[in-house]
T-cell receptor, first 115, second 113 residues
Framework: EAGVAQSPRYKIIEKRQSVAFWCNPISGHATLYWYQQILGQGPKLLIQFQNNGVVDDSQLPKDRFSAERLKGVDSTLKIQPAKLEDSAVYLCASSLGDRALETQYFGPGTRLLVL | LAKTTQPISMDSYEGQEVNITCSHN???????ITWYQQFPSQGPRFIIQGYKTKVTNEVASLFIPADRKSSTLSLPRVSLSDTAVYYC??????????????FGGGTRLMVKP
């Protein structure tokens, strides 16, 4: 089966610019997650969707980050305006359900560099 | 949500068995233990999950003592391609996944020739 797809794979922008990332989860997976992984650290959950509804966005910096999952399939994560500290890998993952024991399948990530 | 503690890094040589221990002293009755593996420039990948005693699959074994306050991921006869970061996570089967997936720093395993 096809895995989680993400694009772009790499992005370089200047601070205060905007950027958007796209994620296509595994077909049939109801739950979608966005993580931020700073170099040398573990992934940090930003937002979790169940179908097209938000389940958890407690760690999403809502003043500059936004995410949507229209029609409960693809999702986009946007940063506007970007700051230097946003430089990180942004990982998208999906799972069949939203329970803690569900295996999460991760995409390759988008590596963002903010100059 | 149980906090986990793992060694920051470990070194090994090809062909050796590697054991990575995770401490989770305040694990709750309904908590399960899950391990993920992350290669450089890739997202994490599920390795193994267990509740008690021993679980084995084609990749690894997971040993959980009776008190469940720790667990050990065992990788038999490692190769260079097992060089990765290994994350231990603990969560309740009834928890929302977002509550469970709080990754710590993980254990960086370096396998040498």
């Amino acid at each position: 089966e096809a895995g989680v797809a993400q694009s772009p794979r790499y992005k370089i922008i200047e601070k205060r610019q905007s950027v958007a990332f796209w994620c296509n989860p595994i077909s049939g997976h109801a739950t979608l997650y966005w993580y931020q992984q700073i170099l040398g650290q573990g992934p940090k959950l930003l937002i979790q969707f169940q179908n097209n509804g938000v389940v958890d966005d407690s760690q999403l910096p809502k003043d500059r980050f936004s995410a949507e999952r229209l029609k409960g399939v693809d999702s986009t994560l946007k940063i506007q305006p970007a700051k230097l500290e946003d430089s990180a890998v942004y990982l998208c993952a999906s799972s069949l359900g939203d329970r803690a024991l569900e295996t999460q399948y991760f995409g390759p990530g988008t590596r963002l560099l903010v100059l | 949500l149980a906090k986990t503690t793992q060694p920051i890094s470990m070194d090994s040589y090809e062909g050796q068995e590697v054991n990575i221990t995770c401490s989770h002293n305040n694990i709750a009755t309904n908590d399960y233990i899950t391990w993920y593996q992350q290669f450089p420039s890739q997202g994490p990948r599920f390795i193994i999950q267990g509740y008690k005693t021993k679980v084995t699959n084609e990749v690894a074994s997971l040993f959980i003592p009776a008190d469940r306050k720790s667990s050990t991921l065992s990788l038999p006869r490692v190769s260079l391609s097992d060089t990765a970061v290994y994350y231990c996570l603990v969560g309740d089967s009834g928890d929302n996944a977002g509550n469970m997936l709080t990754f710590g720093g993980g254990t960086r395993l370096m396998v040498k020739p």
